[in-house]
């Protein structure tokens, strides 16, 4: 009895920690492309030296290309292991459960109860996001070549209206993801008393509004960008 506890929680603390990178992943993600929509207020939108493109050469830079496919693969990590955990509960309790939860409280969530729904969604769009960006700028940089304009990828991204919706929806989906998943982090490490978990749910909320906020801006600046509204 107490192994398996103790196997259940090693696997949620391996869950906790992955999904810290993915926050921090966020957090970069969402700082490096705000920075197109200060281009905006600043004229320098499109422009060679624009922060959104000393930003993405920063990113080019050796040191961070060690860094990022680290973040990434904690992400990777984070997505498979969740995919793992939901199989795993499926079968050890015989029936249908989205999403490991540790208590009431937690099951009162909406997004507690479909984490596995949304990390589908937020997985699906991913790869739809790659197509758009990562596999023009930096897959072509891993493979000698030279990446195409950040201004170019997203002007012709976010130039239809669908697309943007569609960008917004797993925004959305990032949020709902991301509110349950940040003090369930810390849950997972042991600060589970009443005080603190009022604290970070209302830090969670935070956190996550504020990366997804910010992509929500840098899409919608994008839009009006590329369709010369602004």
């Given at each position: 009895m107490a192994n398996a506890f103790h196997y259940s929680i090693g696997k949620k603390f391996i869950q906790a920690v992955s999904g810290a990178f993915l926050i921090f992943f966020f957090l970069l993600h969402m700082t490096i492309n705000f920075f197109s929509?200060?281009?905006?207020?600043?004229?320098?939108?499109?422009?060679?030296?624009?922060?959104?493109?000393?930003g993405c050469e920063f990113m080019a830079l050796p040191i961070v290309k060690l860094m990022v496919p680290v973040l990434a693969l904690g992400f990777l990590v984070h997505i498979a292991y969740g995919i793992y955990?939901?199989?795993?509960?499926?079968r050890a309790r015989g029936g249908?459960?989205?999403?490991?939860?540790?208590s009431k409280a937690a099951a009162d969530s909406w997004s507690a109860t479909n984490?596995?729904?949304?990390?589908?969604?937020?997985l699906g769009i991913?790869?739809?996001?790659?197509?758009?960006?990562?596999?023009?700028?930096?897959?072509?940089?891993?493979?000698?070549?030279?990446a195409e304009n950040p201004y170019m990828l997203l002007n012709t991204t976010f130039h239809s209206w669908i697309i943007l919706a569609v960008y917004i929806i797993w925004f959305i989906a990032i949020f709902l993801h991301l509110s349950h998943g940040f003090w369930s982090m810390f849950q997972t490490v042991g600060w589970n008393n009443q005080i603190w978990m009022k604290r970070l749910k209302v830090i969670g909320i935070i956190v996550a509004a504020f990366i997804c906020l910010g992509f929500v801006t840098v899409a919608v600046n994008a839009f009006l960008q590329s369709n010369a509204l602004i």
């Amino acid at each position: 009895m107490a192994n398996a506890f103790h196997y259940s929680i090693g696997k949620k603390f391996i869950q906790a920690v992955s999904g810290a990178f993915l926050i921090f992943f966020f957090l970069l993600h969402m700082t490096i492309n705000f920075f197109s929509v200060i281009d905006t207020f600043t004229g320098k939108y499109g422009a060679d030296d624009g922060l959104f493109k000393l930003g993405c050469e920063f990113m080019a830079l050796p040191i961070v290309k060690l860094m990022v496919p680290v973040l990434a693969l904690g992400f990777l990590v984070h997505i498979a292991y969740g995919i793992y955990l939901t199989i795993y509960n499926f079968r050890a309790r015989g029936g249908v459960k989205r999403y490991e939860v540790a208590s009431k409280a937690a099951a009162d969530s909406w997004s507690a109860t479909n984490m596995f729904v949304l990390g589908i969604v937020i997985l699906g769009i991913l790869f739809f996001h790659l197509s758009h960006f990562w596999a023009k700028m930096q897959l072509l940089e891993f493979m000698g070549q030279e990446a195409e304009n950040p201004y170019m990828l997203l002007n012709t991204t976010f130039h239809s209206w669908i697309i943007l919706a569609v960008y917004i929806i797993w925004f959305i989906a990032i949020f709902l993801h991301l509110s349950h998943g940040f003090w369930s982090m810390f849950q997972t490490v042991g600060w589970n008393n009443q005080i603190w978990m009022k604290r970070l749910k209302v830090i969670g909320i935070i956190v996550a509004a504020f990366i997804c906020l910010g992509f929500v801006t840098v899409a919608v600046n994008a839009f009006l960008q590329s369709n010369a509204l602004i």
